[in-house]
């Protein structure tokens, strides 16, 4: 397969501009920072290991750790000021219920 070279200003700006990394689908490239710096792709990994963190607490429905404890909170900050009933209000929601169970569970 040949690979065209693409501006990286170009590729800067569509990764900084992209509602989310679906928008840059079919690139190719061979490093990773040859299309974000190396703070973009540290930004990027902590909120990929906050998506998947909050997701395995949602699908268990509970809390086990201090550590997932701490996730749950990060992401209920960044939901705080969501709509109800929206996707995201309903998040918050569950994740506000779960923390709850977590933190009953710790005083009694």
Request: a negative charge.
């Amino acid at each position: 397969m040949n690979k065209k070279p693409i501006p990286k200003d170009t590729l800067r700006s569509n990764i900084a501009n992209a509602p989310d990394l679906g928008a840059c689908e079919g690139l190719m490239f061979d490093n990773i920072f040859e299309i974000v710096d190396k703070d973009k792709a540290i930004f990027l990994k902590k909120s990929s290991d906050l998506c998947i963190g909050v997701r395995d607490i949602l699908t268990a429905c509970q809390i086990s750790n201090a550590a997932e404890h701490k996730l749950a909170l990060k992401r209920i900050e960044q939901l705080w000021n969501a709509k109800p009933d929206t996707g995201l209000g309903n998040e918050l929601d569950n994740l506000v219920d779960i923390v709850c169970q977590y933190e009953d569970q710790l005083l009694s």
